[in-house]
């Protein structure tokens, strides 16, 4: 039995009195921007049983009232490595305390998630700690996961049950916040790497300092999925409702297909890997794409049945179906399929093998393939393997990204350090991806018995991101420019326009006719 047995077995006989148990709490708060929100995560820890003593780290100096202390000072000259300070102070007052909460000034964790903590951990094993989803609430009181959203999503093979409460690992690890207890706190200074410099990579410096246990120090962060609202913290700006996250009500949905998934009524496998071997996440599948209008327009009109390869949580197949088309989906996994399958949607396998196999007979007009084929180590085979699943002269209708757009050409060449590795795109062992290109995909078309009808261009990007920095932005305006005054009617026009389209598109729809003999 784990040492905090002996804490919750203390809890439980003195529920009214919880001081003896005592807690450091680290709270990170640059500037004075989010002091309404950091004088409200304050009173929340002086208002609980636990005895609660508070360290906020700052840039500036802060009056906080009586018995709160303020550590002022940045490790480096970023902002953002301000976090990182945490470490120091736990090191030297580990004797000191029975729980550690490091968080940022805006997450408020309540004295019931604390407990809950404290009753769970004892049940998972050394190396798992029970860990925290972030929320949000909009103004008419609706809830949002904010983890929850993009690329990230639940491992359906993590999933377990442990003296009845149901675990699974979410690959968003970030909640602005983490527990250790002082053993678990221990063991993380007996390695080697407890404390690591202010530095980014999947996530940003500041969410890299909340992670740290579990991407560097070796923690899996089990989210409870039969008490999620126990571990779910309050993000107090409520920053990113309707940017990203989950509503509540799509959460559940996953939820309950997670404990399908555990009891074996939903099948665990993922239909491919949706990560990149990449530093920078830019290019990993998402799960949560909004409606692919620019997939579905340029779809012929004759068109009333699809198969959707590569389905997330449904948006663009709910739309075909509400257009009066046919659609059956092969999702990324069940979990996010049961999200399409709640709009409506019909869903197979997560598996290429055993989905082709549920097809049966029944011919469809298209193959929907958005996002898909460049993580696929062999894209040519998973066309021709669902070619035969078309009637003759069916459509195939793809969407990937566009590999020759000049922002990927200055990120790998002249960009920072962390998208230097883009220079493997297309070494499908290195990077996870194929190098998707006008060219390539018309080749892998060709090779799979479709020819090429048409190309369509994404939105042409003219504010780059900050971290794709700004050198090129007027080389962008000028071909802008350029571009609005060829002639298309004449042959170097088309030409030139190709080319150029080329540059600037970030994104190619392509759309393919299987040709007159295919089988």
Not at 105 to 124: G, H, P, R
Not at 325 to 347: M, N, R, S, T, Y
Request: glycine fraction near 6%; charge should be positive.
């Amino acid at each position: 039995m784990k040492e905090t047995s002996d804490v919750v077995s203390f809890l439980k006989k003195n529920h009214k009195n919880r001081k003896d148990f005592k807690i450091l709490v680290v709270i990170a708060s640059y500037g004075s921007k989010n002091d309404p929100y950091l004088h409200r995560v304050i009173d929340e820890y002086k208002g609980m049983r636990y005895h609660c003593e508070i360290v906020v780290l700052s840039n500036i100096q802060k009056d906080l009232g009586e018995n709160i202390e303020v550590v002022v000072g940045l490790p480096s000259k970023n902002p953002h490595s301000l976090p990182y300070n945490y470490q120091k102070v736990f090191k030297d007052r580990i004797d000191c305390y029975d729980l550690f909460i490091y968080t940022e000034d805006d997450v408020l964790i309540t004295e019931n998630n604390i407990t809950s903590f404290l009753e769970l951990i004892e049940i998972l094993p050394e190396n798992e700690v029970p860990g925290f989803t972030r929320f949000e609430v909009d103004p008419i009181g609706n809830k949002y996961f904010e983890p929850i959203h993009s690329h990230f999503y639940w491992r359906p093979d993590s999933v377990k049950t442990i003296n009845g409460e149901t675990f699974a690992f979410f690959t968003n690890e970030h909640s602005g916040c983490h527990i250790l207890t002082k053993s678990q706190l221990k063991k993380l200074m007996a390695s080697t790497n407890y404390f690591i410099e202010p530095s980014e990579g999947f996530y940003g410096m500041l969410e890299m300092a909340a992670t740290a246990p579990y991407l560097i120090k070796g923690f899996k962060k089990m989210i409870c999925l039969t008490r999620i609202d126990d571990f779910a913290v309050h993000h107090l700006p409520n920053t990113y409702i309707y940017k990203w996250g989950a509503e509540s009500a799509e959460v559940k949905i996953q939820i309950n297909a997670l404990k399908q998934i555990e009891m074996e009524k939903r099948p665990n496998c993922r239909l491919f890997e949706t990560y990149t071997r990449l530093a920078h996440p830019k290019w990993n599948k998402s799960n949560y794409e909004p409606c692919r209008y620019d997939m579905i327009e340029v779809m012929p009109k004759e068109i009333k049945s699809v198969i959707s390869i590569g389905c997330g949580w449904g948006a663009t197949e709910a739309e075909l179906i509400r257009r009066n088309i046919k659609v059956v989906a092969i999702p990324i996994d069940a979990a996010i399929g049961a999200c399409a399958e709640a709009k409506g949607v019909p869903i197979l396998t997560p598996d290429f093998d055993i989905a082709a196999r549920e097809l049966g007979k029944e011919k469809y007009d298209c193959l929907l393939i958005s996002e898909v084929l460049h993580h696929l180590p062999d894209p040519v085979k998973i066309l021709r393997q669902y070619t035969k699943y078309l009637i003759n002269e069916g459509y195939v209708v793809i969407g990937v990204p566009n590999f020759n757009h000049v922002s990927i050409w200055h990120k790998q060449y002249l960009g920072e350090t962390i998208f230097r590795d883009l220079r493997y795109i297309g070494n499908f062992e290195k990077s996870g991806l194929q190098y998707s290109t006008y060219g390539n995909v018309n080749r892998w078309m060709r090779r799979s018995g479709f020819k090429l009808m048409s190309v369509h261009n994404g939105e042409i990007t003219l504010t780059p991101s900050r971290k794709e920095n700004l050198p090129w932005q007027g080389g962008l305006k000028a071909l802008q420019r350029l571009r609005k005054r060829l002639r298309p009617e004449t042959r170097i026009g088309r030409m030139s326009l190709r080319l150029i389209n080329t540059w600037l598109s970030p994104n190619i729809v392509m759309v393919g006719k299987r040709v007159s003999n295919g089988k």
